[in-house]
């Protein structure tokens, strides 16, 4: 029998908000323990919370982007339970009216995958365990929380991946998250199940909870089909359970299944009004998100000439991408924009750990930079010296040319006297170049731009050696 896999995703992002969703306790990660706690987030008896407008906003936003209808009317519930994570008991969520309903991703291949909704909730402490005691932080209780839950419609690993990638990366533009996958932000409950290929009903499903890397989102999914194809062809059924992953052992272990599945006596939140938005309110918020990262790639492929694969690269992120196009316009040639910053740009990114818009590389001196080389002012070498130069300190390209004297030298004249000189000091490679030895030009080519301090144009060089050769 050959089975389909079928996945869902009901993925937390964490909102990058200032203060937490119902109190004004500070959301900085890394915090000294139960620094960032107040008698709200606590549960003290009697302590109410109040909602926090910016995560209402957040929210929004990343339902427009992802084209969901946002409920004009929505109202938080307690979920009640009793664990130590939760020092109120329960956690005030939105069970029955989220804020957002409907909408999706489009992977780049071209395929769908729908939202079911989005709603909102406080994240829950985080307990530590040592041997003999453990210990529990409750900065992180109360921090606002999007719950982004798609339709079963993902059908292999890697479209997983693909679709985590897609939101994750509209998330940034929408600016509503930093989605540190290291700090948490951005953590998924994984849904997966087999049919029988041909069949519509869906299997039972089995959940991995709380996954926050992309690899080991991949390697649960894998391992889980490859327990659940295993078990179907044995002819076992599978249980509808609650799975912990284990990155060490790279398996994963039961956590619950549903006869001790809990209740959670959901009601509605006593002290929270209904979250009421009128058109004109959504209308405004709207007014303040970017271009999509998917129409913007269509975009810069058609205005700067460039191909999907530096589209994809450059819009992958937006400040990144804001950089290219300010220098692509500057400079007049999209093509050699991205070359530059694709490669000469994020290599410097990577090594400087900075990134771009942190740098005192401004697209206006990369477009200058392109300009001088695009006139033959300067040749590509000294442009590419001159990079990390400006990337940590900056300034004018033009400038720093003139006062250093770095315009490439094109006099045929200037550099003939310079390609004769080479030849008559290395009889030796020019006897091996004329035996059929092609490298030895190269070797010449150095030796004349070495005499003329790096400023000879190189294609002039090299005509006159192969003439001179010839
Ligand atoms: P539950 O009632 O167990 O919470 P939901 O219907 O609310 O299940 O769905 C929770 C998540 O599980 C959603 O992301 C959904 O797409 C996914 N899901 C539901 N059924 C399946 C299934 N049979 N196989 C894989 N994923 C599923
Ligand atoms: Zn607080
Ligand atoms: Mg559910």
Known sequence: MEYEVVIGLETHVQLKTRTKMFCRCGTAFGATPNSHVCPVCLGYPGALPTLNAQAIRYTVMA????????????????????????????????????????????????????????????????????PGC??????????PLMEIVSEPDLRSPDEAIAYLTALREMMLYAGVSDCNLEEGNMRSDVNVSLRPRGQEAYGVKVEIKNM????????????????QTRALQAGQTIVQETRRWDPDSGETFTMRTKENAEDYRYFPEPDLPPVLLTPEQIAAWAKDLPEAPAARRERMMKAYGIPEYDAGVLSADRPL????????????????ASNWVMAEVLALVAKENRPVQDSALTPEALGDLLKLLRANTINGPTAKALLPELFTHGGDPAAIVKERGLAQV?????????????????????????????????FLVGQVMKRSKGKASPQIVQKLLRDKLA
């Open 134 to 143: 453990s210990g529990v932080d409750f900065n992180r209780a109360g921090v």
């Open 410 to 442: 094109s006099d045929a004249a200037a550099i003939e006297a310079l390609v004769d000189a080479a030849l008559a000091d290395n009889p030796k490679v020019v006897a091996d170049y004329k035996a059929g030895k092609q490298a030895a030009l190269g």
């Open 212 to 227: 926050n890397t992309f690899s080991g989102i991949h390697a649960a999914l894998e391992y889980e089909i490859a327990r």
């Open 321 to 336: 991408a804001d950089f290219f196009e300010a220098a692509a316009q500057r400079c007049g040639n999209g093509k050699l």
């Open 63 to 130: 339902g427009l982007m992802l084209g969901c209808q946002i409920a004009p009317s929505s109202r938080f519930d307690r979920k009640n339970y009793f664990y130590p994570d939760s020092a109120k008991d329960y956690q005030i969520t939105q069970n029955g009216a989220p804020l957002c309903l409907g909408g999706g991703v489009s992977l780049p291949g071209g395929r769908h995958i729908r939202i079911n909704h989005i709603h909102l909730e406080e994240d829950v402490g985080k307990l530590t365990h040592r």
